[in-house]
């Protein structure tokens, strides 16, 4: 099942990068909004699973979050960071976003997993991804 969820999940990753374009017209904050919903939904979901079916919904959900994700975090570096600099600011934000995020998270959660259990990672990920979602949720606009 575990290749049948990535794959699934990947199509529709790629299915949301291909149509990003159309993305372009709503607002980039409720974009992020959206990305942060998702993810709720996955964790929720995962966090709920008692069949395969319900992983790879969450694993869905998490790539159409991040299908979303990458075009906007493109978009927001070409329009606010100064020419000279935008391939090290692309660079890092798929360091940040990608690369950083995945090696921390997957040191600690199986720490947790091994003393508090798998659902001890659902429940810290609905914590984390509380703090963008008020952030952005408060924010009305990217200038």
């Known amino acids: 099942m575990l290749g049948i969820d990535s794959f699934i999940g990947v199509m529709f990753q790629g299915l949301f990068i291909i149509i990003s374009g ?3 017209r709503m607002p980039a904050h409720l974009r992020m909004v959206l990305m942060c919903a998702l993810l709720v939904a996955e964790l929720v979901v995962t966090g709920l ?3 395969p079916f319900l992983i790879i919904m ?9 299908g979303i994700m990458m075009p906007t975090m493109r978009e927001l570096v070409t329009r606010y960071v100064p ?6 600011a692309h660079s890092l934000s798929d360091l940040i976003f990608g ?4 090696i921390i998270s997957l040191t600690y959660s199986s720490a ?9 990672v659902v429940v810290i990920g609905l914590c984390i991804i509380a703090v963008p979602m ?3 949720l408060r ?5």
Request: charged share 20%.
């Open 134 to 136: 008020i952030l952005t």
């Open 22 to 24: 159309k993305f372009e």
């Open 83 to 88: 020419e000279h600099l935008r391939n090290t």
């Open 49 to 51: 699973a008692k069949s």
């Open 99 to 102: 690369s950083l995020s995945a």
């Open 139 to 143: 924010r009305k606009s990217f200038r």
């Open 112 to 120: 947790l997993i091994h003393s508090l259990g798998t659902k001890s």
């Open 58 to 66: 969450g694993m869905v959900f998490a790539n159409v979050s991040y």
